[in-house]
T-cell receptor, first 113, second 113 residues
Framework: GQQLNQSPQSMFIQEGEDVSMNCTSS?????WLWYKQDPGEGPVLLIA?????ELTSNGRLTAQFGITRKDSFLNISASIPSDVGIYFC?????????????FGTGTRLQVTL | NAGVTQTPKFQVLKTGQSMTLQCAQD?????MYWYRQDPGMGLRLIYY???????DKGEVPNGYNVSRLNKREFSLRLESAAPSQTSVYFC????????????FGDGTRLSIL
């Protein structure tokens, strides 16, 4: 099946620093999604990207859908303590009326004061 | 604003026992999904249901069955639990239109001894 390589696996950064993480795939996707998961909760959608080359922002978060449709990155600017969590990318393929998500293995972000 | 509700939140089973995980969504979504999340492996699709009355296998269906009881509810059943099925299980749902992302419940943490 399809696989996503997400990096880095974990990051320790200081409050106020910028963060960058990315996902690469062996095949193309129709859509890229970025989710954040807090402990004990399900993934929550941060940003959705629908077109190759698309650059989308959500507050301090910026994500891009790679031109080749095989990669995406997420940037977080001026990190704060509540940014702590696990960030997942997900590539989406549409199969008729359903969508199939392939998830990356996650980037664990920890912020020190 | 319930969204996607999963029950139970926690469960411990003995090997060989059976168990049904419940999922309900109140967003009038047609598509519903079951994932499992294991350390270092992201989320993997077990089964999905594109619409009421239909179900399809995902990436890791072995050892599981599902029932799309009605539009709101999608249950996951373990007929004879095995230690390898110890995991966190997430249910998700999605609106019909192709560009809508999946929304997740808070998960069921299942341990099989």
């Amino acid at each position: 099946g399809q696989q996503l390589n997400q990096s880095p696996q974990s990051m320790f950064i200081q409050e106020g620093e910028d963060v960058s993480m990315n996902c690469t795939s062996s095949s193309i996707f129709n859509t890229w999604l970025w989710y954040k998961q807090d402990p004990g909760e399900g993934p929550v959608l941060l940003i959705a990207l629908y077109k190759a080359g698309e650059l989308t922002s959500n507050g301090r978060l910026t994500a891009q859908f790679g031109i080749t449709r095989k990669d995406s990155f997420l940037n977080i600017s001026a990190s704060i303590p509540s940014d702590v969590g696990i960030y997942f990318c997900a590539g989406v393929l549409f199969t008729g009326t359903a969508s199939k998500l392939t998830f990356g293995t996650g980037t664990r972000l920890q912020v020190t004061l | 604003n319930a969204g996607v509700t999963q029950t139970p939140k926690f469960q411990v089973l003995k090997t060989g026992q059976s168990m049904t995980l419940q999922c309900a969504q109140d967003m009038n979504h047609n598509s519903m999904y079951w994932y499992r999340q294991d350390p270092g492996m992201g989320l993997r699709l077990i089964y999905y249901s594109a619409s009421e009355g239909t179900t399809d296998k995902g990436e890791v269906p072995n050892g599981y069955n599902v029932s799309r009881l009605n539009k709101r509810e999608f249950s996951l059943r373990l007929e004879s639990a095995a230690p390898s099925q110890t995991s966190v299980y997430f249910c998700a749902s999605r609106r019909d239109s192709s560009n809508q992302p999946q929304h997740f419940g808070d998960g069921t943490r299942l341990s099989i001894l």
